[in-house]
């Protein structure tokens, strides 16, 4: 086996993490009509040994909370001595949009369509520009953290371009049951890292402006699993890891008339073509129309709200060239797996 080489300082933000220590940064990302400066939080953990630089970073959307707290628990547990490689952890991107409770930046762009950005663009692309180039540049590998947006929520999921060997290695190495092979967007901190040959995967899970304790949980642990997919940490999975079924399409089910809708499925839930995933009726129930499933696949996100007008998104399924029923079986077995891990979370809280 190879000597592990010792670590050595780590340089970023025009200042320098020592080897064993960890340090919080702030990048001025704009400021406020009142001039007050408007910063980005960041830590950076620096091991003791070399190794890989991974950035977790989360609410590039500003309403997706989920992974803010991802990040909160994923530093708690990080001890700079017993770490290879250096930590860049960012709970909060789009800080605009997390004070205002808001997806969007106050220009209404969407940051996570604006990287690489300009020094001379919009207020997003300045912002994004910032981050990717002060911050983003200097990772090797990243897990972008994501939820479903206002009123939608999606089931834990990976999504990468699986095209890319060190990319579908990570997505593997997190543990989602189900993976997304998702095309890169323009724009995207995915595209533009990917254009530097940096890894990046995206971590669906839950519902905008909501904490769901599945979600976090699955998340803190599959950002784990990558840190030893990386040899970042020591360890091994207490269960084999199951080979993650690969969607090989999705879509969203649109509502065809306005209306009250009574779903009649659940997230995770294996449908058949022609199932009735709702009804959609009028306010009095004089008019009622069924929404079916156009194809056999598995329920990956869904409207929370039964509220829609006709075209609104209202079921989002995946599609698998494995049986339906086998992803079923490991998204059940997968749920079981991160309640267990919540429960002993829970049980050490109450401890401390």
């Avoid at 070399?50 to 001890?79: S, T």
């Amino acid at each position: 086996m190879a000597k592990v080489k010792k670590n050595t300082p780590f340089s970023i933000l025009g200042d320098t993490v020592g080897v064993g220590e960890r340090k919080t940064f702030a990048i001025e990302a704009a400021k406020l009509y009142t001039h007050s400066p408007l910063n980005i939080p960041i830590e950076v953990v620096n091991g003791v040994q070399q190794g890989p630089v991974l950035m977790v970073c989360a609410a590039i959307h500003g309403d997706e909370l989920n992974g803010v707290e991802v990040v909160r628990q994923l530093l708690a547990k990080i001890d700079p001595e017993q770490l290879r490689g250096t930590i860049i952890a960012v709970p909060i991107v789009n800080v605009f949009g997390f004070i205002h409770k808001s997806r969007y930046l106050p220009d209404r762009r969407d940051m996570n369509r604006s990287f690489p950005g300009s020094t001379r663009g919009s207020l997003a692309g300045r912002m994004a520009n910032a981050f990717f180039t002060q911050v983003a540049m200097h990772c090797t590998h990243i897990i972008d953290l994501h939820t479903g947006a206002i009123h939608r929520t999606n089931l834990p999921q990976i999504r990468a371009n699986l095209s890319d060997p060190a990319t579908a290695a990570m997505a593997k190495a997190f543990g989602t049951p189900a993976v997304i092979d998702a095309s890169l967007r323009n724009g995207s901190l995915r595209s533009e890292a990917a254009n530097l040959g940096i890894p990046v995967i995206t971590y669906e899970a839950g519902e905008a402006l909501r904490f769901d304790p599945i979600a976090i949980a699955a998340g803190v642990q599959g950002v784990d699993y990558v840190m030893r997919h990386l040899k970042m940490v020591r360890g091994k999975r207490a269960k084999k890891l199951p080979e993650p079924i690969i969607a090989s399409s999705t879509s969203w089910i649109r509502a065809e008339v306005d209306g009250i809708v009574r779903a009649q499925v659940s997230l995770g839930e294996r449908v058949m073509k022609g199932q009735v995933l709702a009804y959609i009726s009028s306010p009095l129930g004089d008019a009622e129309l069924e929404l079916l499933a156009p194809r056999s696949g598995i329920v990956i996100g869904q409207q929370t709200m039964p509220l829609v007008n006709e075209g609104d998104a209202v079921f989002h399924l995946a599609y698998f060239a494995h049986a339906n029923s086998l992803v079923e079986q490991q998204l059940e077995n997968f749920i079981d797996e991160i309640s267990d891990i919540e429960d002993e979370l829970k049980t050490a809280d109450l401890n401390n």
